[in-house]
């Protein structure tokens, strides 16, 4: 007798899912039985997704073509949800932009204010939509992707890493108010990872020494989980992570 996969009934909203790491969540969390909620600006991307969840075995996805620095729409997303669900057991926010590399006394006013729009307050947005649906859940999983520039901040990177930095500290307060909750945050730190974003930073690169974003999938499926992460204090590594052994694919698996 088969038994059914580990997130079978499950829900999930996968931010970013549009490309790279995101899109690598919403494949993996699908494949492992969750119903995937997946948000984006590209509505063909999107499309994409749901065609490849569903090629591989996957359970359908809710394509949510959305701007996160639209709050209200966040809002609606979140009413949305209640009503046809009632509750989030997974969140996956993977939604983020660099914008470049930069001098901090060169950083365009407008570009300053979209990488805050998008980095950090879509992260509250989040939150403050969809804390109800996660407490409604038996076991609630929240996942906000940082990187090590928030904790090693180095020249150019400024814009970046501030906005990193203050998603941990938002989602580590946020992590003590729901402490005695069924809410569990979780920071996770990538490490270098094969994607759009990460060609903008390190352009000419050579990618083959870069982690596939598929590898990420089967952390996000046991972080999605019931067990208990323990408390968000200590970000997550993949690359540790994948050092242990539990990682099924290799960094550099396309
Ligand atoms: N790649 C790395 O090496 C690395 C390392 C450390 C941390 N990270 C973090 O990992 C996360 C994912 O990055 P990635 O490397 O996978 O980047 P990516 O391939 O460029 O993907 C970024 C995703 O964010 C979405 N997005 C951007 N702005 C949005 C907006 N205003 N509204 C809705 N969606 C938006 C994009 O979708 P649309 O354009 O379709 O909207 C896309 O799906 C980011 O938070 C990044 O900072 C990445």
Redesign the pocket.
């Given at each position: 007798m088969s038994s059914s996969p580990p997130l079978s009934g499950r829900v999930a909203l996968v931010?970013?899912?549009?490309?790279?790491?995101?899109?690598?969540a919403a494949l993996a969390l699908s494949a492992a039985g969750a119903h995937v909620i997946a948000?984006?600006?590209?509505q063909g991307?999107?499309e994409d997704l749901d065609d490849e969840a569903r090629a591989v075995g996957g359970e359908p996805v809710t394509l949510v073509p959305?701007?996160?620095?639209?709050g209200d729409g966040i809002d609606a997303l979140g009413l949305e949800i209640f009503k046809r669900h009632g509750r989030l057991d997974i969140l996956v926010?993977?939604?983020?932009?660099?914008s470049g590399l930069r001098p901090v006394a060169h950083i365009p006013p407008k570009l300053w204010d979209?990488l805050l729009?998008?980095?950090i307050t879509?992260a509250y947005r989040l939150i403050r939509s969809l804390e109800p649906l996660l407490r409604a859940s038996d076991a609630s999983r929240a996942i906000f992707?940082?990187?090590?520039?928030a904790a090693r901040p180095t020249a150019f990177w400024g814009s970046?890493a501030a906005t990193?930095a203050a998603v941990e500290a938002l989602v580590r307060s946020w992590a003590d108010e729901t402490d005695s909750s069924s809410i569990r945050a979780i920071l996770l730190?990538?490490?270098?990872?094969?994607?759009?974003?990460?060609a903008?930073?390190y352009p000419g690169e050579d990618v083959s020494t870069?982690?596939s974003?598929s590898a990420l999938g089967p952390l996000f499926v046991e972080l999605a989980g019931t067990a208990d992460p323990g408390p968000p204090d200590q970000v997550v590594s993949f690359t540790s992570w994948a050092a242990s052994g539990r990682s099924a694919a290799a960094p550099g698996t396309p």
């Open positions: 931010t970013g899912a549009t490309r790279g790491i995101g899109r690598a948000v984006g600006r590209t991307a999107l959305l701007d996160l620095t639209n926010h993977a939604a983020g932009i660099l979209t729009a998008t980095n879509a992707i940082t990187a090590g520039a970046f990193k730190d990538p490490g270098p990872v094969r994607t759009k974003l990460r903008e930073a870069l982690t974003p």
